[in-house]
């Protein structure tokens, strides 16, 4: 049979709290900073077509015309006419 250990004193057993843990590195995590750059280039991506997709968002919405004047994009007639008279200032030479 094995003998009983006794316990000895420690050459921490002065110290009041010798036995706790290391405490761990700090990790950098990438997926919050992927998820803001996943939604911003969703965003960005939503903004473009709504801008480029003008056309056919009016023809299937009609009402969209009066939000894209509230938010201050120029309305169908006078993006047509600035076209048209920019061409004949600069294109005169």
């Given at each position: 049979m094995p003998r009983p250990v006794e316990p000895t004193d420690s050459p921490t057993s002065n110290?009041?709290?010798?036995?706790?843990?290391?405490?761990?590195?700090?990790?950098?995590?990438?997926?919050p900073v992927l998820t803001w750059i996943g939604l911003s280039v969703a965003v960005l991506v939503a903004a473009a077509v709504v801008v480029q997709?003008?056309?056919?968002?009016?023809?299937?919405?009609?009402?969209?015309?009066?939000?894209?004047?509230?938010?201050?994009?120029?309305?169908?007639?006078?993006?047509?006419?600035?076209?048209?008279?920019?061409t004949a200032i600069t294109g005169g030479g």
């Open positions: 110290v009041v709290s010798g036995n706790l843990p290391v405490p761990a590195k700090l990790r950098r995590r990438r997926l997709g003008r056309d056919a968002i009016v023809a299937q919405w009609p009402y969209a015309e009066r939000l894209y004047r509230a938010a201050g994009f120029p309305d169908q007639a006078s993006r047509v006419d600035e076209q048209g008279s920019d």
